[in-house]
């Protein structure tokens, strides 16, 4: 949790929430970029420059984003919802 732990926690809870799958490759990569920035804020604080934070969520919350919303989509793809 201390180095970064922080990041993956916060949009493990994206991705645990009721609709995760069924949203937007946009909304992915709000919700990654933003966890990537805040949860990695105290450390670039602590470090500086704290402006950091943003490229790490940036760069960070794209690919992570991405993977997650292509991974859903393959998977949904795979397995149907039983509704």
């Known amino acids: 949790l201390q180095y970064f732990g922080l990041v ?5 809870l994206f991705l645990a929430s009721c609709c995760a799958r069924e949203r ?4 992915h990569l709000v919700y990654a970029i933003a966890s990537g920035t805040l949860g990695s804020l105290w450390w670039w604080i602590r470090i500086e420059p704290w402006y950091f934070s943003l490229l790490h969520g940036a760069i ?3 690919f992570v984003g991405t993977g997650a919303w292509a991974a859903s ?3 949904s793809a795979i397995v149907p919802s039983i509704a």
Request: aromatic fraction near 20%; charged fraction near 15%.
């Open 73 to 75: 989509r393959s998977r």
């Open 8 to 12: 993956a926690g916060l949009y493990y």
């Open 24 to 27: 937007s490759l946009g909304a």
């Open 60 to 62: 960070w919350g794209t």
